[in-house]
């Protein structure tokens, strides 16, 4: 699983995204969001800025987010109609990004150490044979944090790039599927891989939200005075 997660790390990224957010009627809201994403420590820690640009009801928003290897990850929302920025606690982890069916947990990949791993056997995902591997959180906290009991991820056998997921609520129920459409190839040297297109169903209110990156752009020079709070905060 440490493979998987390594595999789509870049050394720093600027992209320009849409997401969709559609209801159980089919009704969409489309929003604009401008994305950096940069390594440091040597990869330990990757550090990423979320800003909306459209529409005007959430343009300013954005999330701040410092992504560590082994400590729990830290997060600031800056909502621009109170001029102000708040941290995301752990316990908020688990809901909703922004209306979306993406929780603030899915922004970020999870920390092995707070979950057991194994896996389960093979299955073919879109022509790619995939590991099939289950997480399952350590105790309780680790489970409300997430918001699942168990996640069953297709880890592609070849790049290790991640084909979709399958979450399970806290009571065992199926309750969301992610599934990957779009991934290219950002960093051929390194062999690092972006996804381009995701796509996440809740099985058990009919919503579902896709996320689109419409252009992207490698770039380990993205400049480190987009990752602190006082420029998540400009307008």
């Given at each position: 699983?440490?493979?998987?997660?390594?595999?789509?790390?870049?050394?720093?990224?600027?992209?320009?995204?849409?997401?969709?957010?559609?209801?159980?009627?089919?009704?969409?809201?489309?929003?604009?969001?401008?994305?950096?994403?940069?390594l440091y420590e040597d990869g330990k820690?990757?550090?990423?800025?979320?800003?909306?640009?459209?529409?005007?009801?959430?343009?300013?928003?954005?999330?701040?987010?410092?992504?560590?290897?082994?400590?729990?990850?830290?997060?600031?929302?800056?909502?621009?109609?109170?001029?102000?920025?708040?941290?995301?606690?752990?316990?908020?982890?688990?809901?909703?990004?922004?209306?979306?069916?993406?929780?603030?947990a899915d922004m970020t990949p999870p920390?092995?150490?707070?979950?057991?791993?194994?896996?389960?056997?093979?299955?073919?995902?879109?022509?790619?044979?995939?590991?099939?591997?289950?997480?399952?959180?350590?105790?309780?906290?680790?489970?409300?944090?997430?918001?699942?009991?168990?996640?069953?991820?297709?880890?592609?056998?070849?790049?290790?790039?991640?084909?979709?997921?399958?979450?399970?609520?806290?009571?065992?129920?199926?309750?969301?599927?992610?599934?990957?459409?779009?991934?290219?190839?950002?960093?051929?040297?390194?062999?690092?891989?972006?996804?381009?297109?995701?796509?996440?169903?809740?099985?058990?209110?009919?919503?579902?939200?896709?996320?689109?990156?419409?252009?992207?752009?490698f770039n380990p020079d993205v400049k480190?005075?987009?990752?602190?709070?006082?420029?998540?905060?400009?307008?």
């Amino acid at each position: 699983m440490d493979r998987a997660i390594g595999a789509t790390r870049v050394a720093g990224a600027e992209a320009v995204s849409t997401m969709i957010i559609i209801d159980s009627k089919g009704r969409e809201r489309v929003r604009k969001l401008a994305q950096v994403t940069k390594l440091y420590e040597d990869g330990k820690t990757e550090k990423k800025l979320t800003r909306f640009l459209s529409p005007a009801d959430v343009k300013g928003t954005g999330l701040l987010i410092y992504d560590y290897e082994v400590e729990d990850d830290d997060m600031w929302l800056y909502m621009p109609a109170l001029r102000k920025t708040r941290r995301i606690v752990s316990s908020e982890k688990a809901k909703s990004f922004m209306g979306s069916e993406f929780a603030y947990a899915d922004m970020t990949p999870p920390n092995l150490d707070d979950f057991g791993c194994k896996i389960l056997g093979e299955q073919e995902i879109n022509g790619t044979l995939c590991w099939e591997m289950e997480l399952i959180p350590n105790d309780e906290d680790i489970a409300d944090e997430y918001g699942f009991s168990r996640r069953i991820s297709y880890i592609g056998k070849e790049d290790f790039v991640i084909r979709g997921a399958v979450y399970y609520d806290l009571d065992g129920s199926l309750h969301k599927e992610m599934t990957i459409g779009k991934i290219t190839l950002l960093d051929p040297e390194n062999k690092k891989y972006r996804l381009l297109e995701l796509l996440m169903v809740n099985k058990q209110n009919g919503r579902k939200s896709i996320m689109k990156v419409d252009q992207i752009q490698f770039n380990p020079d993205v400049k480190d005075e987009y990752f602190t709070t006082r420029y998540l905060e400009r307008e």
